[in-house]
């Protein structure tokens, strides 16, 4: 059975494979980031972060 | 024709107090005590969730919101963490980067001037400090019918946190934090 520390890891994984793929991403009302696939999966509101380059 | 974009604009104002309301509710809005009338608002956020640092974050309104200029990196909102305070990390990563690219003018070269990616510094109040540089110029949107509010730059922050920690931790590369097309 998977542990918490792998789902976290597993995570994080998929998040930094997200910003290398210039994947959009959302923001829930804690701030936190997660790719749109998730954030509908717990049906939760979030912000999309808008396409463009960080400076 | 008053000095405040919030009493130029009521309309705007309300905009932007809804949008943060719906999409960061926990997020209090304030005005600095300095005599410059700026709004603010001020929460904490953690947007790698478990496991990540919760950062706690200040995004203060230029005077001149919605409006920016071409060099004006991150807009009319700037976006300061209270904790932890982001001079003191690129303090620490800076004699680490020297190491790794041979001098602080390597470091200056590669874009890492200031000890982390996408950051920039200015005076606020009496100290210098570093904000997050959360979108180039020309994407942040100040037109007649659209503008960057606080709740996107807000979700523009949060994704670069996200980029830091994650840089910081060495799951991604120099180049992904400076260069991705993110």
Known sequence: MENNNDVVAARRRALAEALRQGDPV?????????????????????IQVPDGKLA | MAYYWYENDPELYKAEVLAMRKFFP???????????????WRGKVQPLGEGGMVWDLMLIYKNNHPHAGQDEYGGSIQILPISPRLKDIAQKMMPLLEQTYGSYDA????????GLPHIYRSNFGRNEEYFICTADPKY???GQSRSTSAASSLSWACKWIM????????EISDDVALEGNY
């Not at chain 1, 959302?26 to 979030?46: F, I, N």
């Open chain 1, 26 to 46: 959302v923001v829930s009302p804690s701030g936190e980031v997660a790719t749109r696939e998730e954030m509908q999966d717990e049906g939760l509101t979030a």
């Open chain 2, 26 to 40: 926990s997020f209090q809005i304030g005005q600095l005590q300095d005599g410059s009338g700026r709004l603010y």
């Open chain 2, 107 to 114: 470091c200056v070269k590669r874009g890492f001037g200031l």
């Open chain 2, 140 to 142: 942040f949107k100040s």
């Open chain 2, 163 to 170: 980029l830091c920690e994650m840089w910081l931790n060495g």
